[in-house]
């Protein structure tokens, strides 16, 4: 098992690798996916989020060994990417890694957040409280990450978690972060179709894109214009995989 471990961690070396050897046995279930799973371990003064990726198949195994880095590899070194820069997500602990010529399995540990929220709600409930305020910080949450140059391909409802702040601001924390393109410079077009996985609901696009606008120095409607179309692009393209897939299974019956 290979294993790196992040500097501010490693008095609890042995802990942590207990839980991730022992992963079948120990823990608390927290995710239970279909391709992938999530436990918390409680180490009293911490919480370990410790995620284990599905096991590859064959190609991916062989890939994963000698010509990209595996999910937890990226997910832990996204991370710490994402710390140095100052933006929000679960403080990265360590990664996993067990290998026998090829890929076997892997685990990402970071540290457990329990939110308030995630973007999920504010697409589900619209009478949430401050939905309007939340919608515009996370908006320049996202425009903070482009600034970096970072492209979060997994822009998705469930992969922002978000915590009120006592001072009545909210903070945000990306989640799932295997899927990242990393640009010296992003372009108005790059930028707001990243937002196009997150919802096709009018009025959240338009909050979005007027706020997007301002931060940019850009015109809402060219903003909105880019939005409207990414998201619906991404829902066309969702609802054909899903056709798909009720087709495939249909003939293989």
């Not at 802990?15 to 279930?29: P, Q, R, W």
């Not at 996916?33 to 180490?43: A, E, M, Q, S, V």
């Amino acid at each position: 098992m290979y294993e790196v471990y992040h500097h501010n961690f490693l008095s609890k070396k042995a802990e942590i690798k207990d839980a991730v050897e022992n992963y079948e046995t120990k823990g608390t279930l927290f995710v239970d996916g279909k391709r992938n799973k999530i436990k918390t371990f409680d180490l009293g003064d911490v919480i370990l989020n410790v995620k284990s990726f599905k096991i590859p198949n064959l190609v991916n195994k062989i890939v994963y060994a000698f010509f990209r880095p595996s999910k937890a590899r990226r997910s832990y070194e996204f991370a710490n990417i994402l710390i140095e820069k100052e933006i929000g997500t679960p403080v990265p602990i360590a990664y996993f890694e067990n290998f026998k010529g090829v890929l076997l399995d892997s685990y990402y540990v970071c540290e457990q957040i329990y939110p308030d929220l995630t973007f999920r709600e504010l697409t589900n409930d619209f009478d949430y409280p401050e939905h309007e305020k939340i919608l515009r910080q996370f908006t320049k949450f996202t425009f903070n990450l482009h600034q970096n140059g970072i492209e979060f391909l997994d822009h998705t409802p469930g992969n922002t978690l978000i915590k009120k702040n006592p001072s009545g601001s909210y903070s945000f924390y990306l989640v799932d972060l295997n899927r990242m393109k990393f640009h010296k410079e992003m372009n108005l077009n790059e930028r707001i179709l990243n937002f196009s996985k997150l919802t096709p609901n009018r009025k959240i696009v338009e909050v979005m894109s007027d706020e997007y606008a301002k931060l940019y120095g850009a015109s809402y409607n060219d903003v909105l214009k880019i939005m409207i179309a990414g998201t619906e692009s991404f829902r066309d393209k969702f609802h054909r995989k899903k056709r798909i897939k009720k087709a495939l299974k249909f003939w293989k019956k």
